[in-house]
């Protein structure tokens, strides 16, 4: 849709971007990109936390993968200087930031460093059950391996004992929608504000 196109279009030929402190004074309801809110009619955001990979389909037509091109479109309307991003599949909290609007790849680019670069501390890895920890270690080992893939061997005897925020996610590493969820951002955080949007994985 032509008005769909030319509202989220790149630029800054927008309106102010908007800080912490003007979210609050102000109170706005921010609009996610349909790309973001998985409400886009022609493209699918396929973005996996793992790799990093961004891509999309038509879901009209599946067997053929598109390009990411809309990354540098703003991540919400109004523009803001910051994202709040938390899940109810992990205890962290990936702030996205930008001093000239939070674009969507702002948010693919600081999910994927925050869960591929963060090791989970040993306290974290601790507070999960032990059926867990053995299948984030396994979901380790499978990621550290040479190749990747499921089938090819892996010795216990070097499994890493370190692990990264993405093994925490297990299989679910590929991005659904980001919403708002004001009752479970107070659950989390204490307190509820504009730019706070939940991440959902695919199952």
């Given at each position: 849709?032509?008005?769909?196109?030319?509202?989220w279009?790149?630029?800054?030929?927008?309106g102010p971007?908007?800080?912490?402190?003007d979210?609050?004074l102000?109170?706005?309801e921010?609009?996610?990109n349909?790309?973001?809110?998985?409400?886009?009619?022609s493209?699918?955001?396929?973005?996996?936390?793992?790799?990093?990979?961004t891509?999309?389909?038509?879901?009209?037509?599946?067997?053929?993968d598109?390009?990411?091109?809309?990354?540098?479109?703003?991540?919400?309307?109004?523009?803001?200087e910051?994202?709040i991003?938390?899940?109810?599949?992990?205890?962290?909290?990936?702030?996205?930031?930008?001093?000239?609007?939070?674009?969507?790849?702002d948010?693919?680019?600081?999910?994927?460093?925050?869960?591929?670069?963060?090791i989970?501390t040993?306290?974290?890895?601790?507070?999960?059950?032990?059926?867990?920890?053995?299948h984030?270690?396994?979901?380790?080992?499978?990621?550290?391996?040479?190749?990747?893939?499921w089938?090819?061997y892996y010795?216990?005897?070097?499994?890493?004992?370190?692990?990264?925020?993405?093994?925490?996610?297990?299989?679910?590493?590929?991005?659904?929608?980001?919403?708002?969820?004001?009752?479970?951002?107070?659950?989390?955080?204490?307190?509820k504000?504009?730019?706070i949007?939940?991440?959902?994985?695919?199952?």
């Open positions: 849709m032509a008005d769909s196109v030319g509202k279009a790149a630029g800054a030929s927008y971007v908007l800080s912490q402190t979210l609050y102000l109170n706005p921010l609009e996610i349909p790309i973001l809110a998985n409400s886009h009619g493209f699918h955001l396929v973005f996996n936390l793992a790799t990093g990979h891509g999309g389909f038509n879901h009209d037509a599946r067997d053929r598109l390009a990411f091109t809309a990354k540098e479109e703003p991540a919400t309307l109004p523009r803001v910051q994202l991003i938390i899940t109810q599949l992990s205890p962290w909290c990936t702030v996205v930031k930008n001093p000239s609007g939070v674009t969507m790849n948010v693919c680019t600081k999910l994927w460093e925050d869960y591929s670069n963060q989970v040993e306290a974290e890895f601790n507070s999960l059950p032990p059926r867990i920890q053995e984030v270690k396994r979901t380790a080992a499978h990621n550290n391996q040479s190749g990747g893939g089938g090819m010795s216990p005897a070097v499994a890493p004992n370190r692990y990264k925020r993405v093994d925490w996610l297990r299989e679910r590493v590929f991005f659904e929608t980001l919403r708002r969820n004001d009752q479970y951002a107070i659950s989390r955080l204490g307190f504000a504009p730019n949007f939940v991440m959902d994985l695919l199952n």
